[in-house]
Every structure is written in structure tokens, then in C-alpha cells.
């Protein structure tokens, strides 16, 4: 009891008030001017709206998914909203060929990369299923949905640390708390968390200036999810305009992690105090030193 009073009490408190009442910089859609940023997963949905955000903010964007002809409409539509410059190139992201060569051709034609939007998941299964025994299934989510980003990401970092720039990765409720019929989906949500805040912790303590924003979404009015939900789950959904400006938002504030849901009870409820001082607290014993260049 004296501990917790003499430490954990105050450290609880600091750690509190810095996470709610931190200096919040303001976000102007200026900030998004000129930077060359890639989309992931944007032929239709949460991605495609993001792209229509970053067009009407004069942003360079190159887009990706699988149709062709979804992503002709919306390189051409992201021309006439004011882009700086867009293209599309399309492919699958099982393939990891295709998502290292990606990076490398967006990175061409906009030279160089200042974000990288993580959003694309796979298609191939009915969200609301269970597959308990369906390795194909259960291994296509990782792959997509997980280790294409890792693939992706790796590819980037180059020219992200020459921008000082940003990965912005999309999650999911279903991907900090258990659900129903989600197995294989949550998984490899849940996967995304622990690579991807792990890697944040170690850019923080060895300099490397590359934010990582882990945006974690309630049920978005997509036309995927709402058929995929439809009879079988029902809460209330959010638009998907709002929804895409929100990760764009956190992206460009370099903000740890988003949270976008109708209920605002989510925030205050998943913010897991614990786990973040756990994690402050367990950097003492590591002997990060050794990993810190220049
Ligand atoms: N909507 C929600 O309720 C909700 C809730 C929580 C989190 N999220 C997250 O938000 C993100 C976007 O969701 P959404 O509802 O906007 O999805 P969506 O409308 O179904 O869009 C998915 C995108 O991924 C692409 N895609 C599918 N399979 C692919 C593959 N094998 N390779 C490359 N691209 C592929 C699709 O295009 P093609 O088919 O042309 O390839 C499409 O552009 C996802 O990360 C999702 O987990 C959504
Ligand atoms: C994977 O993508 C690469 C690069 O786009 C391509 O050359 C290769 O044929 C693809 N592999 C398969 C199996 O489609
Ligand atoms: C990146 O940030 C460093 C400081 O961390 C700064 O010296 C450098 O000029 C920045 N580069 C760009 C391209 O913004
Ligand atoms: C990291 O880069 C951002 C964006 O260029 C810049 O605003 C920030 O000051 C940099 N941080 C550090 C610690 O250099």
C-alpha cells in the first residue's frame, strides 16, 4: 500500500493527465498540401474517401487495390477535387512481390513518400463467419490483412525517414477487444497492434522521427460491412466521410492511436491506462543505448 501511494499513484496521475490534456496541436487541412502520400485498399470504402480527403487538401496520392476500373474513377475524380498530383496501381496484396515493388513505384512517381495509409483488408470471407478450422482463411488474413502491411511498411521506411514521415495504420475495435465470429479477422487486427506499437516504442527510443498512428474504428458504413453485418450484428454505424478525415487527422498530428466510433464511451474505456504504464515502466530494462545510431 505504501508503494502504490509513494509511486504508482503519482505515476498514474502524470501519465493521465499527459495522455487526455497534452497540448493538442491543431489539424489544418494545409498540412496535408504538396506531401505525397499512398492509400492502400482505396478503390472503394474507408480508403477511397480518404484519397477524396487528400485531393481536395492539394495532396499528391497514389491509390491501390485489386479493380482497375474502381481505381481509374478514383484517380480521376481525386483530379478534379484539386490533387497535386494522383495515380493508381493496381494489384493484390497476397502477392508480397507486388506490395515491396508498389512502394518502390508510388515512390517514383511522387518522389518520395511523406505518409503511408495502411487500409486495405482481404475480401475473400464474409467477415461475420466461423472458421475455427479454416487455415486457408485464417492464413489469407495474416497475409493480407497483416503481413502485406509489415511488407509494405519495410519497403517505405527509407523514404519515410527522409521525410520525417508517417505510417498511418487502420484497425479496429475487433482489434483491441474479443468478438464473436471475428476470429481470424481480430487476429491479425490484434497483430497489427503488437507489431506495429512495438516498432513506435522503438523508434521512440532510438530517434528514428517516423510516426505511427494504429486508428481503431467502430462499425463504418461501408457497403462491405453493412452487408457483411446485415441480420447478424447491429449497432449503430458512422459515416465513412467523417471516418476517413479522422485518420487522415491523426496521421497528420502524429498521433499514437485514433479512436473513431459512435460511441464515445469507446475512447475512455479502451485508452488502457495499464498497459501504457507497464510499457513506460518496462523500458528501464532494456539496454536501448546500444541501438541508438549517430
Ligand atoms: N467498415 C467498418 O465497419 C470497419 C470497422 C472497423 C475497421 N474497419 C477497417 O477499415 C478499413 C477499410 O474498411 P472498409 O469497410 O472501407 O472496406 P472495403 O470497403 O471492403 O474496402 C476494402 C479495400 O481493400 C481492397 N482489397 C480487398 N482485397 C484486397 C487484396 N487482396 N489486395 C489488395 N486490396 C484488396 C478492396 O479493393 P479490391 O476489392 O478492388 O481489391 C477495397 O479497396 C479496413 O482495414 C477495415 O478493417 C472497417
Ligand atoms: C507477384 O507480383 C509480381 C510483381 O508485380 C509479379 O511479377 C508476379 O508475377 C506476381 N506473382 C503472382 C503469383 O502473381
Ligand atoms: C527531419 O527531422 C530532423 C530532426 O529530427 C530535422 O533535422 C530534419 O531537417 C527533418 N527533415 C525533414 C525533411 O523534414
Ligand atoms: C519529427 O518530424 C516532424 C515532422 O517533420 C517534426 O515536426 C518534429 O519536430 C520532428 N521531431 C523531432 C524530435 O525531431
Redesign the pocket.
Known amino acids: 500500500m505504501a508503494f502504490m501511494k509513494k509511486y504508482l499513484l503519482p505515476i498514474l496521475g502524470i501519465f493521465l493527465a499527459y495522455y487526455y490534456y497534452s497540448a493538442k496541436e491543431e489539424f489544418r487541412p494545409e498540412m496535408l498540401r504538396g506531401k505525397r502520400v499512398i492509400v ?10 480518404m484519397a477524396y480527403h487528400l485531393a481536395r487538401m492539394g495532396a499528391h496520392v497514389v491509390v ?4 482497375e476500373e ?2 481509374k474513377k478514383v484517380v480521376s475524380h481525386c483530379l478534379e477535387l484539386g490533387a497535386s498530383s494522383a495515380h493508381y496501381v ?5 502477392n508480397m512481390t507486388f506490395a515491396e515493388q508498389f512502394v518502390a513505384k508510388a515512390g517514383k512517381l511522387m518522389g518520395g513518400l511523406d505518409m503511408l495509409i ?7 470471407n464474409n467477415p461475420m463467419t466461423v472458421f475455427i478450422n479454416d487455415i486457408d482463411q485464417v492464413r ?1 488474413n495474416m497475409e ?2 497483416f503481413l ?1 502491411y509489415v511488407v509494405l511498411s519495410g519497403a517505405a521506411m527509407p523514404m519515410l525517414k527522409q521525410s520525417n514521415g508517417s505510417i498511418v495504420v ?6 483491441k477487444t474479443a468478438n464473436p465470429l471475428v476470429a481470424a ?1 481480430s487476429a491479425s ?1 490484434f497483430a497489427l497492434d503488437g507489431f506495429f506499437s512495438s516498432i513506435r516504442v522503438e523508434y521512440a527510443v532510438t530517434n528514428v522521427n517516423v510516426s505511427i498512428t494504429l ?12 452487408t ?2 446485415a441480420g447478424i450484428y447491429n449497432a449503430e ?2 459515416p ?1 466521410e467523417e ?1 476517413a478525415l479522422e485518420i487522415i487527422k491523426g496521421g497528420a498530428l502524429r498521433q499514437k492511436e485514433v479512436y473513431y466510433d459512435s460511441s464515445v464511451l469507446t475512447l475512455f474505456l479502451l485508452g488502457n491506462p495499464g498497459r501504457k504504464i507497464l510499457e513506460f515502466l518496462s523500458l528501464r530494462n532494456y539496454n536501448m543505448e546500444i541501438f541508438i545510431k549517430n
Open positions: 492502400t485498399g482505396a478503390s472503394k470504402g474507408i480508403g477511397r474517401e491501390t487495390a485489386r479493380s474502381a481505381l493496381a494489384g493484390t496484396m497476397e495502411l487500409n486495405h483488408i482481404t475480401s475473400s489469407k493480407v490483412n502485406s487502420v484497425s479496429s475495435i475487433a482489434g479477422y487486427k486508428c481503431i474504428l467502430g462499425l463504418i458504413e461501408t457497403e462491405t460491412a453493412m457483411g453485418t454505424a458512422s465513412k471516418c
